[in-house]
């Protein structure tokens, strides 16, 4: 098949083109053939009738006389010379050494006694071709009591034969040379094609580079608009297109600001408070005990509903440094298996019955460790929170070869990865004996306060642990995706780029 609008253009332009030239060199090689034909034959006709209206026929004619008459009309052949051939009765006679021609064709015989005035006809006979021509030669007497003539057979007949090479090799001339013209036609044809395809493709080439660019982020990219047409209309449509994206995207980034503004803002301000009740909800927990139970019971829900409101207040703020691009990594070279350690010990998940630890020593990476801290404490905390023990929690180091480059990379000129090597990737899992999570939750557990129940409008946790975590992995250059394990359960995996030289074993 045929790809690329250019080569398209270009073959429907040489196709017009070559159908016109065929098209005009077939209608005058027709026209100038039946003309130089048409010519010859009737030269040939007219003079072959009057040379045989002029002879002077003694009827019965003898042999001498007969064989006179055919070499003078063959020295008398317009416009060159013919053969001549003469018939009456049984006499065959002719102007060569053949009495008879085959090239006289039984159908032009059987016209000659049809026709008083005589007939002719066009014979190509072993690739050459021939003109034939039959004249009877009749007595006219006075018809009585109108005043015409009527015109009786004698039965001798004249036949002449003459090629018409000259005008058959006029004719091939006459092709070769529409063949010979044709080629340098389509030759031109070709720059004129060229150019329309140049008019033609340049607003594609720009609407191309335009759309790029406009998938880059870049919504003031217009396309100049020139002359008139339907290119012209299509690129006034993208740039209006272009123009109400660009205002409607100015307009949610602006309320998007707003929002992550007020929720920073309102996060900052609870913040102090916050702090403030914390430290008299411990207090009062810590008197608890000499309480009255309903008093008791209130405290320890006031105090609850405090710390999961300081882990909210928290975790908006926590998000809302990310949205604002102003998380930063802070990396160390760490023991990865160790940091999972501190991290699961710092909140006694050491229980071997819900925790089952597979963590090889050697590993070590550079990592934030705080940040890295947080994504192992929330997916475990989730694990137990959503599963059932015994959680397992995995570290390995794999290499894999590098992802080949996307066609966006590709038409960028990004260039492949450095000498063309595997990447290292220190992965870490996290899966449960739970039920697992349904195939519709699956898309979006990592989206902001996301429920699988909407009707559960509480949770123990704030709705932005895994968020936070997606966030986590994405500053150190990860991914993290969750799915089914095999037996069942949930299973989180977190995959982290590295170099070389930044993990050992």
Request: aromatic share 4%; charged share 25%; hydrophobic share 40%.
């Amino acid at each position: 098949m045929i790809s690329g609008l250019r080569t398209r253009l270009v073959l429907a332009f040489l196709l017009v083109a070559a159908v016109g030239c065929g098209t005009t060199a077939a209608l005058t090689y027709r026209e100038a053939r039946n003309a130089i034909l048409e010519q010859a034959q009737d030269t040939a006709v007219s003079s072959f009738r009057d040379q045989i209206q002029e002879l002077h026929v003694n009827l019965p004619p003898n042999h001498e006389q007969m064989q006179g008459m055919v070499r003078g009309l063959a020295r008398q052949g317009k416009p060159r010379n013919w053969w001549v051939y003469v018939e009456y009765g049984s006499v065959r006679l002719s102007s060569g050494t053949n009495p008879t021609s085959t090239v006289i064709t039984p159908e032009l015989r059987r016209q000659a006694r049809g026709t008083p005035h005589g007939s002719f006809q066009r014979v190509v006979k072993n690739g050459e071709p021939y003109l034939t021509m039959v004249m009877p030669v009749v007595f006219k007497t006075a018809q009585t009591g109108t005043g015409g003539q009527t015109q009786r057979p004698t039965g001798l007949t004249f036949y002449a034969v003459m090629r018409l090479t000259d005008e058959q090799a006029n004719v091939d001339a006459m092709v070769v040379a529409a063949r010979d013209g044709a080629l340098p036609a389509l030759a031109i044809a070709l720059v004129p094609a060229l150019l329309a395809a140049r008019s033609v493709l340049r607003p594609v080439r720009d609407l191309r580079q335009a759309a790029r660019s406009l998938g880059r982020g870049r919504l003031d990219t217009r396309i100049p608009v020139k002359g008139g047409g339907e290119l012209s209309e299509l690129a006034r449509t993208f740039n209006e297109s272009t123009a109400a994206l660009e205002r409607s995207v100015d307009e949610l980034q602006r309320a998007e600001a707003r929002a992550r503004r007020f929720a920073s803002d309102v996060s900052h301000e609870l913040r102090t408070p916050l702090a403030g009740m914390l430290a008299v909800t411990e207090l009062l927990d810590e008197d608890a005990a000499g309480l009255d139970p309903d008093t008791a019971a209130a405290v320890r829900l006031i105090s609850s509903e405090t710390g999961k409101l300081a882990v909210l207040v928290e975790d908006l703020m926590e998000i809302s440094r990310f949205d604002a691009r102003a998380a930063e990594l802070n990396t160390d070279e760490v023991d990865v298996a160790e940091t999972i350690r501190r991290t699961l010990q710092s909140r006694h998940w050491t229980d071997p019955a819900r925790i089952v630890l597979d963590l090889p020593d050697g590993i070590r990476a550079r990592l934030d460790p705080r940040r890295f801290d947080v994504v192992v404490a929330n997916l475990v905390g989730n694990a137990l929170r959503h599963g059932r023990p015994p959680v397992t929690v995995a570290l390995r180091a794999e290499t894999r070869p590098p992802a080949p480059r996307t066609a966006e990379e590709a038409a960028d000129g990004t260039p492949d990865a450095p000498g063309g090597g595997s990447t290292r990737w220190l992965v870490t899992e996290v899966a449960d004996r739970g039920p697992g999570i349904p195939a519709d939750v699956l898309p979006h557990v990592f989206d902001r306060f996301y429920k699988a129940d909407q009707a559960r409008t509480r949770s123990e946790g704030s709705g932005l642990g895994l968020a936070i975590t997606l966030e986590n992995v994405r500053l150190h250059g990860g991914t993290v995706r969750a799915a089914n394990g095999p037996g069942g359960g949930a299973v989180f995996v977190v995959e982290i780029p590295l170099t070389t030289s930044e993990v050992t074993a």
